[in-house]
């Protein structure tokens, strides 16, 4: 292995300040469905640790996660006040980035059969080469 600072199995959608509100944006955006970032900002605010985001941080990561690619726009609904409100879902690099955050790789590796690591190893050259 070469010398130098290690590269860390996390992915960097989970890593610095942001992580926890992505982490909680994931969630409740997978768990309820498609939803406007005002309806997200008042789930986020029912989490015990994150009483106190204001509402401008929450639109601000929705819409980076959306140029990111791990929302995407579902629709457009009416607000109560009239105007419209856009609505996004978490999109399949969202889901597989939940996925990754919670599998130990270790133990993936251990568990996998010949075929299943072959298919797998195929996948991720693939991705990696373009």
Same mark, same amino acid.
């Given at each position: ?18 992580? &926890?509100? %992505? ?6 955006? /997978? ?7 005002? $309806?997200?900002?008042? !789930?986020? +605010? ?6 106190? #985001? ?5 639109? +601000?990561?929705? &819409? %980076?996660?959306? !140029? ?7 629709? #457009?609904?009416? @607000? +109560?006040?009239?105007?419209? /409100? !856009?609505?996004? !879902?978490?999109?399949? &690099?969202?889901?597989? /980035? ?8 270790? $133990?993936?590796?251990?568990? #996998? $059969?010949? @075929? ?9 050259? %693939?991705?990696?080469? +373009?």
């Amino acid at each position: 292995m070469a010398k130098g600072k290690a590269k860390s199995g996390r992915l960097s959608v989970f890593k610095g300040r942001e992580a &926890r509100l %992505n982490r909680a944006i994931f969630h409740i955006l /997978a768990l309820q469905g498609p939803k406007a970032p005002w $309806d997200v900002f008042k !789930e986020v +605010k029912a989490h015990r640790g994150l009483r106190f #985001v204001r509402y401008a941080s929450i639109n +601000k990561r929705v &819409r %980076n996660l959306e !140029e990111e690619g791990y929302l995407k726009k579902a629709g #457009v609904r009416e @607000t +109560k006040a009239g105007f419209e /409100a !856009e609505t996004y !879902e978490i999109t399949f &690099r969202a889901n597989l /980035a939940i996925l990754l955050d919670y599998v130990n790789l270790d $133990d993936l590796c251990m568990k #996998v $059969d010949e @075929t299943m690591a072959q298919t797998l190893l195929a996948a991720m050259l %693939n991705a990696y080469i +373009k």
